[in-house]
Structure formats: C-alpha cells, structure tokens
C-alpha cells in the first residue's frame, strides 16, 4: 500500500510590497516630513523679505474673533521718520545694533524677573507674522530659530517696515496705517512727532493703553526717538 505523501507546510504569504513598512521606510518619511517641516518655514521668512504678508496668523484670529479689523498696509517710504524712530525708541532702542536678540537685555531681564521684558522688534515681528501668540515652549524655540533666519535675508529695513504693519495698537487695530485715523483722524503720512510717540506708547499692552492722550511715557518717546537719531542708532533704517 502506497505511503500517503506528507504535505509540506506552506509559506505564509508575503505581504504586499506596497504595504510594507519596514523600519527604513519609517526614517525615510520621518526624514523628508522634517525637511519639509523646517525648508517651507525657511522659504516662506525669506519669501516676505520682498512680498507683503497676506495675513498673520494673530490678525486672521482677531478677526474671526471680532468679525472685523482694520489693518490698511503702508510702505515705510511712506511714514514720516519719525514714526520708526519713535517706535524703535519704544521697543528696541539698540534694533540697529543686534543680530535678532539683545544680549544685554536678556542678561538684564535674567537678573530682574519677569517684569522686565527682552523681545526685540525682530523676535516681535517673528511671533506677529510667522507664529501664534503665548509663552509656551515650542514657541520660544521657533522663534529662536526663525528670528536669525529673518535677520539674515531681510534688511532692517525691511523688518521695522513690517514692524510698524503688524503691530496690534489698539484691539483689533493693526499698524499705523489704520492707527493714524482710528486715533487721530489722519494718514500715516502725516502723523506728527507727538502722534507717533503716542501711538508707540501702547506698546506692549494696547488693549489696556490708549493713544488719545499724552502721557509721560510718550513724551520720553519722543526724546529717545532724537536720541536715537542724534547717536546714530536709527541710521540702519533710515539710509
């Protein structure tokens, strides 16, 4: 009687090449989602060093939240002087001096607290145009690595310009172009001195400040400003 052939186990099948996902296909998608996570970023800072930003990330925000805003683009050719001088002068006095970040600054805030704040316009134009407002970490650290990319390609010009377009002076009022006639019933291009420092003077809190009226911290704006002028530390954006 004839022996029964014993069958041999089957291989199990392989799974379809296309449904593969092996440790390398892993790191190579892993590698390419950085590389565009970090070269889009990159691109997009460098793209805005000659094209105005359409919207900011803060701006689309307040206006869902408000259902408006006024925010009317001006080119700094078309800003009296004095209207960045000011402003600079607020916020940033050294802006002609640093490459993104003021040292000694940052060592005076580490040595006093938090009350005393370190940003400069750079790292405000940054958070203003490329990221989302707070203090979490993941912030902080984009912006450190986006503010010397920014520094880099864009003139200093080019950053106080969209400094001075970005900035929140009133809520849900954005740059001197919609401030000049939402305070004082004039275009940026004729504010005066007085009325550039007193828009200056809202900053850091302008929904808490008002620019209606002079007050002593516009009026020392307005001397820092021909100070900045007079030393030379306005001379980056003013050449």
Wanted: hydrophobic letters at 45%.
């Amino acid at each position: 009687m004839a022996k029964a052939k014993r069958k041999t186990p089957s291989k199990p099948k392989a799974a379809p090449r296309g449904r593969r996902l092996t440790r390398h296909g892993l790191r190579r998608w892993f590698l390419r989602g950085l590389v565009v996570a970090v070269v889009l970023p990159v691109l997009y800072v460098m793209a805005l060093a000659f094209v105005n930003p359409p919207i900011t990330p803060y701006v689309w925000s307040e206006r869902a939240r408000l259902g408006e805003v006024r925010w009317d683009w001006v080119d700094l050719e078309d800003m009296p002087p004095h209207v960045a001088r000011s402003f600079v002068a607020a916020e940033d006095a050294n802006f002609c001096l640093h490459w993104g970040f003021d040292m000694g600054a940052i060592r005076l805030a580490l040595e006093e607290g938090a009350n005393r704040g370190a940003s400069t316009i750079s790292q405000q134009v940054v958070k203003n145009v490329f990221l989302w407002h707070g203090r979490s970490w993941p912030r902080k650290a984009l912006e450190a690595v986006l503010t010397p990319v920014m520094e880099a390609t864009w003139s200093k010009r080019r950053i106080i310009e969209v400094y001075l377009n970005v900035a929140e002076l009133d809520e849900g009022v954005f740059g001197v172009g919609a401030a000049g006639p939402w305070y004082f019933g004039v275009e940026a291009g004729a504010l005066s001195a007085a009325q550039a420092a007193r828009l200056a003077a809202v900053l850091p809190a302008p929904k808490v400040r008002s620019a209606k009226e002079a007050s002593t911290r516009s009026r020392s704006i307005a001397d820092g400003a021909a100070t900045i002028r007079a030393d030379g530390r306005a001379a980056c954006f003013e050449s």
